[in-house]
């Protein structure tokens, strides 16, 4: 096991926690001004659009890079305070490759991990982390026939040893397919339970919306939002309707709606997209329909989705091309 100072791993205290922190090159800030506050056992994830300045923040995080100004504290430690690196050995990292010697199985790549974090090789340890990861039955293997998931998984496996309270893991779903996606993120949602507090970045709002319970969302930079996503969509949800009807009531619907004056702003297949002022609800869009025979199917106001926040919070003008939404990693 890594070892623990008692005070900070018994502390329900932030395992990290950022104050003020920004980074220049030259004249381009890249992290500019960003505070927040990593809660104890939860999945965090950083978003934002490639440039964002994601992965040096957490280079920052880790003393790869060196801020130009701001605090950061790790496990109870200021960054660049006497011995302030002696808590990395309670956290584990992963930016962008995974830490894997190709020469070296599995087993044998956590093996190594284990002298250098302990000093000593706990089998124990690594048959339990290649059950966490899935690779017991590949566990002997080289990982140079690995599949990128698997790859992926192996890295995370080499961030678990020691038992950390903290990893930080960059983008570990780029290049995955949908199944390898969703088995990261089943893993880092069984991290807190464990003990370890995940900081995890990402671009893929799907991946990010499902695996973290809190998120931190940049754009160039700065943070544009952070909090739950139910705290990130509150006050979001926007005043449109769809009213969908029967095949043969549509001619009339789309009478009435106008006849009423109300906004019809699209209509896809039997269903209608209102905008209507803000005092009409969807009970008088139900009477309004019924007084003239009509009866909806359903009428529903659609709630807004992260992804919707997401690009009011940081779109530039024709800037969609770097966000992803896959349809995909939804378990
Ligand atoms: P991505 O999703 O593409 O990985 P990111 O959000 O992680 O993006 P960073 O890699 O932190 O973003 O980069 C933020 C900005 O800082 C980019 O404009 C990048 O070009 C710039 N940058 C990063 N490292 C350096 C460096 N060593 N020297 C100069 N500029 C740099």
């Not at 780029?174 to 880092?188: C, F, H, S, T, Y």
């Not at 106001?301 to 992803?324: K, R």
Request: aromatic share 4%; glycine share 10%; charged share 20%.
């Amino acid at each position: 096991m890594r070892s623990t100072d008692p005070l900070q791993s018994s502390s329900a205290a932030s395992p990290c926690e950022v104050r003020h922190l920004s980074k220049r090159y030259g004249t381009h800030t890249v992290v500019d001004d960003l505070t927040f506050s990593i809660p104890r056992n939860h999945v965090v994830g950083l978003i934002g659009p490639n440039g964002a300045g994601k992965t040096t923040t957490m280079k920052m995080l880790l003393g790869l890079v060196r801020p130009t100004g701001g605090d950061i504290s790790l496990l109870g430690r200021t960054i660049g305070e006497p011995r302030w690196g002696d808590v990395l050995n309670r956290v584990g990292s992963m930016i962008e490759e995974p830490p894997i010697y190709d020469r070296l199985t599995a087993r044998q790549n956590l093996q190594y991990q284990c002298l250098a974090v302990d000093g000593a090789i706990d089998d124990a340890e690594v048959d339990e982390l290649l059950r966490l990861v899935d690779l017991a039955h590949r566990a002997d293997d080289r990982p140079r026939g690995y599949s990128l998931g698997m790859r992926q998984r192996l890295g995370i496996a080499i961030t678990l040893v020691g038992q950390p309270d903290l990893v930080i893991l960059d983008e570990p779903g780029n290049g995955l397919d949908p199944a390898g996606i969703i088995e990261i993120r089943q893993l880092m949602g069984r991290l807190p339970e464990t003990g370890t507090t995940v900081l995890v970045s990402s671009h893929q709002l799907a991946e990010v919306q499902q695996a973290c319970d809190q998120l931190i969302i940049l754009a160039d930079g700065r943070t544009v939002a952070q909090g739950t996503t139910a705290e990130i969509l509150s006050g979001r949800t926007q005043h449109i309707f769809h009213v969908t009807v029967d095949n043969t009531e549509t001619q009339q619907t789309g009478d009435v709606l106008r006849a009423a004056g109300l906004a019809v702003t699209e209509q896809i297949g039997t269903t209608f997209v209102i905008e209507p002022p803000p005092e009409v609800g969807g009970r008088d869009l139900n009477r309004l329909l019924a007084a003239a025979d009509v009866y909806a199917s359903s009428i529903n106001q659609p709630v807004a989705s992260l992804e919707d926040a997401f690009l009011d919070l940081v779109q530039q003008p024709d800037d969609t091309d770097n966000l992803t939404t896959p349809e995909v990693a939804r378990s």
